[in-house]
């Protein structure tokens, strides 16, 4: 089976990773293949035993350069001088059909120098989320790693929860270069691989950026783009350490990630995130936090510092507004805007406001606005009946069902469903995964109503778990 693989970080000088293979696994079996990933890829799939092979981790492809990269990384605020992949393994980078260069690496693929106290596995139910949850982010428009394979290794993984099954994800990204990448050479004082690390990223995803600032500035309006676009759908990361923060723009580490249902600007579903610093309202200021990392990390490879940090610094002080400004599209798209200004924000956040004080669904509510259906999802209905008032003023007789038409979408991933998928996915039901990546593939036009609709009390699920 060939992958036209063209590999480049394998080719960085020694320090920036390590040459290790996959640990191969007693007995691979395919549980889900993204045939149209593979297409773009030009990965071939006609043999199935060669897929799950590979994709296990069992046999090295022809012009694989099978690597663990290095990293360190800000975790809940505190630095971790080296992290590395502990458990992911890069096989290499392809050129997919549309030129984009693109990583293919494998997630639980056993042990790595980085591996630390880590069995460098995962198990069937985080592999399945970041799989189901990566590809809806992807049909929703937003940019983010993909999901090529899921393969279930035949052998247990122990966990808090007892005995899972194994399983190894592969996964795909238009690179994994994160803000963490920097830090390590950065803090070791490693300069001349800090450069030649800046040097690849900037050929590799900004090639019109001029030098390091350059870099940082191309990052931080990636970044910038990015979170707004998570907000708009109601999406809470859970995770934001500098070592899950991409260089490309794309949202990667799917952990204990989750869609809210009922909207809350403080809303926190990750168990180990206990100080709330990853709340949904909070993820914009994060955002920042990590390219100021980022931009300390640059900043040492200069010759004038002092000019560098006033430049890096007025770069990141532009980050909130220009935040704001993509807040203000996504949202303003929202109500059927296509324009907003910012006195628009006014009229958005008293819908929020009026959503969060009555628990109103995010994504049913904006998916009903301008039905009759809509002021069902709240408590008060006078004032979501004054808030329309002032919402049909604005739009002065323009009609917004096209805007909101590819604003808001019927259908999430949400908690319960994903809960019940991984549970019946573990009894060797694939009915709800399969479901449920078909539904999500359309979130905009989805016609399978009971994948909509918002948990009942009882379904409600109230934390996510890395449980990695
Ligand atoms: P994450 O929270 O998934 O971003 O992971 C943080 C760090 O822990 C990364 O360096 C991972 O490679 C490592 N890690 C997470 N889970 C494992 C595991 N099961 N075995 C080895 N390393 C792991
Ligand atoms: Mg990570």
Redesign the pocket.
Known sequence: MPIPFDNTYAALPEGFSTSVPPTPVSAPSVFAFNTDLAALLGVAHDDLTEVADIFGGNLIPEGATPLAQL?A?H?FGSFNPQ??????ILLGEVIDQSGQRRDIQLK?SG??P???M?????WLGPVLREYVVSEAMHALGVPTTRALAAVLTGEPVYRETGAMPGAVLTRVASSHLRVGSFQVFAHRGQIDHLKTLTNYAIARHSPEADGPLGLLQAVCTAQAALIPTWMSFGFIHG?M?T??CTISGETI?Y?PCAFMDAYDHARVFSSIDRSARYAYGNQPQIAVWNMAQLATSLIQQMDDKDAAIEEATAIIHAMPLQIEEQWLARFGAKVGLSAPTPTDQTLIEDLLSLMQQDGADFTNTFAALGTPTARDHFTDRAAFDAWETTWRTRLDGQDPTEVMAHANPVIIPRNHRIEDMIEQAVAGDHTLFERMNTALATPFTSTDPDLHRAPTQQQIVPATF?G?
Request: with cysteine.
């Open positions: 990293y990384g975790q992290l590395g992949d502990g458990r992911a639980g042990p790595t980085y591996s630390r880590g069995d460098g596995r995962a995770v350490n070592d899950n580490d952990g890395c990695t």
